[in-house]
Structures are given as C-alpha cells and as structure tokens.
C-alpha cells in the first residue's frame, strides 16, 4: 500500500506566491482593481445633472367656451349595478368550477384519443 503524495494541511503561502506569478491567468487576475458600483456611478450623474425645471402651469384651451353660471351642472352617467349573470360569472366560485371542468373535458377527450380508457380494479 502507497502513502499519498500530497499534504493535509495547508500549503505553505511561499509556494502559493509561486504558482500564482506563474499562473497563465496571472497578468488578468493577479491586480486588484476598485471598480467603481452602480450605487457610484448613479450618485456622480445626480451631482451633474442640472436641476430640472419646476413645471409651470397648465396650458388652458382659450377655443372652449367658459360655462354659462346660470347653466346646469353636468350629469356624470350613472353607473349600473352588474346584473345576477355578470356576478355569477365574476365569482372565484364559478371560475374554479370552470377550471375544474375543462380539466376533466380535456382528460376525456385525451383518453378517448390515445385509447387510454380507465382501467376497472
């Protein structure tokens, strides 16, 4: 039986240096850089962009005529009250009914095609 050939322990950090400087990959990784982040570079645009100018007001059309004061308010359309159908319909109720009958449609219909027929016990 052979002994192995490597250590258990940690490798001794001169021989890390080692086989970094000479790693392929050394001259990419081997600086450290400070990059700047996002939160950076969002931060700098803020400090030099100039600051936006306050809207001023709203353009009135001077072609509409101005309301009569002895003219009538006018009606806002009232809205209906959704008829017994429309609040059926509406229902999370009604809706999983619906799910839960196409699921057992559509498992009929694919069983009736691939002739996967339901097996009695």
Do not use: C, H, N
């Amino acid at each position: 039986m052979r002994a192995p050939q490597s250590l258990m322990g940690p490798s001794d950090p001169a021989l890390v240096t080692q086989l970094v400087a000479g790693s392929p990959l050394a001259s990419k990784y081997a600086a450290v850089q400070d990059r700047d982040s996002a939160y950076e570079i969002l931060q700098r645009r803020l400090q030099q962009a100039p600051a936006a100018p306050a809207p001023g007001p709203a353009p009135t059309r001077q072609d509409a005529p101005a309301p009569r004061a002895d003219a009538p308010a006018p009606r806002r359309a009232e809205k209906e009250d959704p008829g017994l159908v429309q609040t059926v319909v509406k229902s999370s109720a009604f809706k999983s009914m619906l799910r839960s009958a196409g699921t057992v449609i559509g498992r009929e219909i694919t069983r009736s095609i691939f002739g996967t027929a339901r097996r009695s016990r």
